[in-house]
């Protein structure tokens, strides 16, 4: 069944992680989605060594597998005039252009919004920034890790009084990549009422401080910050996470907490504390939450995280485990909604994968091929445009093609 995208042609200019995720998302959703790359590829084909994953030009690594399956590829110099003519004949055909170079790059080789939006009025300019393109460092350059530094997220992890949290790497570029894509999607709907296309930009500034909205909202609105917690004086110790005797951890989340605060006692089997006046009301646990927090330390701590999780449903509690990353692949709840994917990848085999955010009930997200290899798609694409064999020929003896 198609995507909700299907029709839909994409070109992008992309490098690394943030505007090809924008280009995954796309064709996770059903767009034809052309990865135009130099002769020495995206950058992200041979970046970086990630757990011991495979890295090489033409190899499907874990870093460059991850930001460009349902993609095809054709490699082109793009300095050699014919190359801007491919790239050009590519536009000519496309719904959305798509590209995260920096502000300036793309109009200095003739790619800029105005040029392209000229020559095809109905296209979506889609650029992936690292600050937006206004303010005094639209021109500034970004990664994944300044993006998270300036947009605050940094303070919204760790204890109170640490530094601030660190973050494993990636996640600005992926919350980047898919705010571009929910951005082309409303864009391609506007395009259908007015029939004219238009630039498009999320930076990773702008994304993140929207993934952390309820957070800085409250200096904006209040000039109050939302505090950093300790989880040993947690103000909701029913709203935090504990160690098992198996040394994995567990979360109680309790939003009313003096609702199930009688359930609560039950299941971790200390009624005595039910009507404990230091305990029984939420002002009370929170004023003396950090004596309430040591003996819910050493209950947890006295059961494994499995038997913990068994009493706490039976009990009507709300909690859920802590899990590492590697669990989350298996998670039987990740796997039946797509959020992990199963698939037959022809150079890894059978693998699991990062699924879909999205449940269509006609038009389903898919994973329908691997990340390209190098050029791997040139006479294809070319073909589909109407070149003949002989010209594709002489255009690689050239070197305008890989």
Wanted: hydrophobic share 40%.
């Amino acid at each position: 069944m198609a995507g909700p995208l299907s029709g839909v042609r994409v070109v992008e200019i992309t490098m690394f992680q943030q505007g090809p995720i924008a280009g995954t998302r796309l064709g996770d959703l059903g767009a034809d989605v052309v990865k135009v790359e130099p002769k020495e590829g995206d950058p992200g084909r041979h970046f970086m060594r990630l757990i011991g994953a495979t890295v090489g030009l033409e190899g499907h690594n874990f870093y460059f597998e991850s930001h460009n399956r349902n993609k095809r590829s054709i490699a082109i110099d793009l300095k050699a005039a014919e190359g801007k003519d491919i790239f050009l004949d590519l536009i000519d055909r496309a719904d959305v252009f798509l590209t995260n170079m920096s502000i300036d790059a793309p109009a200095r080789i003739g790619f800029g919004p105005d040029e392209l939006l000229a020559r095809n009025p109905r296209l979506v300019y889609a650029h992936a920034s690292g600050w937006g393109r206004q303010g005094p460092d639209a021109r500034e350059l970004s990664f994944d890790y300044t993006g998270i530094a300036r947009s605050g997220l940094m303070m919204c992890a760790g204890e109170k009084g640490s530094p601030p949290g660190q973050f494993l790497p990636g996640m600005g570029d992926e919350m980047g990549g898919l705010m571009l894509a929910w951005g082309v999607t409303a864009a391609l709907f506007a395009r259908e009422r007015t029939g004219k296309g238009q630039v498009v930009d999320t930076s990773l500034m702008g994304s993140i401080i929207n993934l952390a909205g309820l957070m800085i909202d409250a200096p904006a609105m209040l000039g109050k910050e939302y505090p950093r917690e300790s989880r040993e004086a947690a103000g909701n110790p029913m709203y935090n996470h504990y160690r098992c005797r198996d040394d994995r951890w567990i979360v109680v989340a309790h939003l009313q907490p003096d609702r199930y605060w009688p359930a609560f006692c039950k299941a971790l089997e200390i009624p005595d504390l039910e009507h404990d006046p230091r305990f029984d009301t939420m002002e009370a646990r929170g004023k003396n939450s950090r004596e309430l927090i040591r003996v819910l330390d050493e209950r947890f701590g006295s059961r494994t995280r499995e038997e913990w999780m068994r009493r706490l449903a039976e009990a009507g509690c709300i909690a859920t485990p802590v899990q590492t990353l590697t669990e989350v692949t298996a998670d039987p709840q990740a796997l039946a909604n797509g959020y992990v994917i199963e698939v037959d990848h022809p150079k890894l085999g059978r693998s699991r994968q990062v699924g879909f955010p999205w449940d269509f009930s006609d038009t389903p997200a898919s994973w329908r091929r691997p990340a390209p290899g190098l050029g791997e798609h040139t006479e294809e694409i070319l073909l589909d445009l109407g070149y003949s064999r002989e010209r594709i020929l002489r255009l690689r003896e050239s070197g305008v093609l890989r």
